[in-house]
């Protein structure tokens, strides 16, 4: 005999499908960036991480401007520099998901040079178009901070810094090391649990993929 499924059943399915799998933004959102591994060269003096970024934006629902904080950790005579004009930028991010239009420097060693465009980042691949730089007057060392508004082209439903093609987040090269063969050293973020996606949006869309299945199995069980 043939047994039709329960027709309130199909708008339900629907609705749980996109409840499910339409991802859910934090706010506002917070993120952290803690440069604590060596990619090669010289280990920085001092604990890690050296170098730490905090990155905050306040989605009220009409603001598409977020803070960016740069923090030293740096000890003993380790500096930024990479701001001369040529050569390696002293600390780099990667942006992705949305356009960066603008930055202003609102307190603290600002860099001397701000990139957005592809950034020299020696030997650490992978894509970074956000460089800061400063000169050999004027190093980013010791417990110096740099605050900076940037702006975006449209208003933000997560954070844009995001790991690149490599994994990696951001990069940093570290100068005036001492006690090693070295005197410098590049140092990046470490990329375990640092996905390039969303995590909880594929985890949510696998889910209503999930009830999406069992919808079409009871369908054809009843059918």
Known sequence: MKKNIPMGLVPAAVVALFAVATPTFATPITQTIDMGKVFTGA???GPAPW???TFMYDDDGSSNVGTLTLYSNLTDDN???GG???GVVGWGFNLAGNSLTGYDCTSGTCATQVST???NSGPVQGGFNLGFGWTSQDRFDASDTATYSLTFADMLT????MA????Y???AHVQGITGGDDSSGFIVDDPVGQPLREPAALGMFGLGVLVLGIFVGLRRRFS
């Open 43 to 45: 280990t920085p003096n």
């Open 51 to 53: 170098l730490t970024a």
């Open 79 to 81: 500096f930024l520099q």
């Open 84 to 86: 001369d004009g040529n």
């Open 117 to 119: 465009g592809s950034v």
């Open 158 to 161: 997560t954070s844009p810094f």
């Open 164 to 167: 690149n093609e490599d994994g």
């Open 169 to 171: 987040l951001s990069f």
